[in-house]
Each structure stands twice: as structure tokens, then as C-alpha cells.
């Protein structure tokens, strides 16, 4: 079951700000039903103060977040979010995606409040109205902007947590990153075979792990498994450099090695990109995660 307080922290001024919708939605219609003689000014006035839900609503999103991540670990939640999100209510959005919405809806209010205020002469009515809702708006806008990145990320994490069979507790890390997904192949040293002949990898690189999954087939949806050869390995004990593959001739310039330092014993995974330039991205990539994890190891 989930407790009161848990349902009240995802879910802070989330029916308020529907409400809020609701009504502004209904003041328009009553004014357009007007037309030409227009003049929603009074709407706007009226909005302007129960903009203080949306600057709560933004203050608790990312603890929100953090309780739908935490939530999603629940086996017995699972079910139930599965069937809510099935809902053709939800027109297909997650859970997390629902409640990113009203935070991404705030740029289209803004540009929809320009345009008009680029069309409302100055010594209308409704131009001061106009003027103080973009301020207002303009000034949540700031603070969403750094909260919708953060639950963009988290949100891209949950998607390929709930996508790995079983589930993966180290993407339940917050401060876990998706930077990049895509096909690597694992080579042998000593094997004598070409690309066609070994299993590709679907790799899922993160600020603090790479993942190494082989795809289920005969699934409606793309699930995933840990690759038992790979598995995860944690960046932070790993090297990464460039990499000939005199064995695989059709591999020869695509290749690159990570070292996996563990206790006194140290794993060499070769690994094979599907082209010159997608190899050059891997590289960088994982090249810039590992900088990044040593600079946090030493400011800690």
C-alpha cells in the first residue's frame, strides 16, 4: 500500500494545478464567445496570484521524481502503475512523463503570450496584463528549466531501469546519467572471426556505469538481459584506449579495450563499433564519463 505521505509528495498541487487549468480554460471560452470584442484581461489578473502553485508544484518535482524511482523498485507497485499507465486517459505517458508535463507546458504558455502581446497595441487594455503574466511566467520558467533537465535524466534512466529484466539497482543511483545507447561488439583476443560471426551488445553508457545487455527476442517491447560475459562494469576502475583488432580484418580500425581493475585482477574487454565514426563518439565519450568520475573522486 502506498502511504498518505508518499501519494501526497508525488503528487503536491498536481489536482490544484488541474483545477487551475480547468477554469482558465473556461474563462476563455466565455470571452471568445464574444468575439471580435475581446478583452481577457480580468482572466489574467485572476491567474496571475494561483501562479504560486506552479512554483510549488516545480519546488517538490524533483523530490517527486525521487519517490516515482523509489516506487518503481517496489515489485508489488509495478502492477499497479502498469495498469494506471494503460489507461487511454494517459494517451500513452508514463508516470514520469505526466508529471514533467505541466513543467514543459510553461514554453508554450510564454510563446503563445508573446505573440499576442506582439499583436495588442500598447494603449489596450489587456497590454499590462499580458506584460506581468510573461514576467511572472518568465521567472518560473528559470526555475524550470534546471528541474525539467534533472527529471528529463531522471525519467531516461527509469525507462531503461524498467526495460532490463529484472530490474538494475545501480540505475536506481539519482545521481545517475543516460549518455549514450548503441550496438557494441565484444572481441576475444586470439578469436579468428569476423563481426557476422560474434553477438552483438546493446550498450547503455552512464555517468558512472557502462551496461552491457543482449536484447530478448519474441517480446512485444524491447527488454533487455545483463549480458553474463560483460555484465556492468563501474567506469571508475576502468581505462579506456584505442585498440587495433589485427584478428577480425573487417574490425581493424573500429576497435577499442577497456581495462576493468578489480581487487589484483584486471579484465580486458575489447570491444568492436559498427564504423570509424561511431567508434570516435564511444571513445569520447567514455573518455570524458571516466574524466569526470576522477574529478569528483578527487574533490571528495
Known amino acids: 500500500h502506498i502511504i498518505t505521505s508518499t501519494h501526497t509528495h508525488t503528487h503536491t ?4 494545478l488541474l483545477v487551475l487549468h480547468q477554469l482558465f480554460l473556461r474563462g476563455l471560452h466565455s470571452r471568445v464567445e464574444k468575439w471580435p470584442v475581446v478583452s481577457f484581461g480580468n482572466i ?8 504560486t502553485i506552479y512554483h510549488h508544484f516545480v519546488g517538490n518535482h524533483s523530490h517527486a521524481m525521487e519517490m516515482v524511482q523509489s516506487l518503481c523498485t517496489d ?8 495498469s494506471i499507465q494503460a489507461k487511454k486517459s494517459t494517451q500513452g505517458l508514463s508516470l514520469e512523463e505526466l508529471l514533467a508535463a505541466p513543467l514543459k507546458k510553461i514554453t508554450f504558455y510564454l510563446e503563445d503570450l508573446k505573440e499576442l502581446k506582439a499583436h495588442t497595441p500598447l494603449e489596450h487594455v489587456d497590454y499590462i496584463y499580458l506584460q506581468e503574466t510573461i514576467d511572472e511566467l ?6 524550470v528549466t534546471d528541474d525539467v533537465c534533472i527529471s528529463e535524466n531522471v525519467r531516461q534512466v527509469l525507462r531503461v531501469e524498467q ?8 540505475l536506481l543511483d539519482k545521481e545517475q546519467s543516460l549518455i549514450k545507447e548503441g550496438i557494441l561488439t565484444r572481441i576475444r583476443e586470439g578469436d579468428k ?18 551496461l552491457f545487455t543482449v536484447r530478448i527476442k519474441k517480446t512485444p517491447t ?15 576502475k576502468c581505462s579506456v584506449s584505442e585498440y587495433t583488432c589485427t584478428d577480425c580484418t573487417d574490425l581493424t580500425f573500429i576497435g ?6 578489480h581487487g589484483d585482477k584486471t579484465d580486458h574487454f575489447i570491444l568492436a563499433a559498427g564504423s570509424t565514426a561511431d567508434k570516435a563518439q564511444w571513445f569520447v565519450d567514455l573518455s570524458q564519463v571516466r574524466k569526470g568520475l576522477m574529478r569528483r573522486g578527487r574533490s571528495q
Open 13 to 16: 498541487r498536481s489536482e490544484q
Open 44 to 51: 489574467l489578473w485572476l491567474f496571475l496570484p494561483m501562479t
Open 75 to 82: 515489485h508489488a507497485f509495478k502492477p499497479f502503475l502498469d
Open 138 to 143: 518568465e521567472i518560473i520558467q528559470k526555475t
Open 163 to 170: 526495460k532490463i529484466e529484472g530490474g538494475c539497482d545501480v
Open 193 to 210: 572471426q569476423s563481426r557476422s560471426k560474434v553477438q552483438p551488445l546493446h550498450c547503455f553508457l552512464f555517468s558512472k556505469h557502462l
Open 222 to 236: 524491447d527488454v533487455y538481459r545483463i549480458s553474463k560475459d560483460c555484465g556492468i562494469l563501474p567506469l571508475a
Open 256 to 261: 577499442m579495450k577497456l581495462d576493468y581493475s
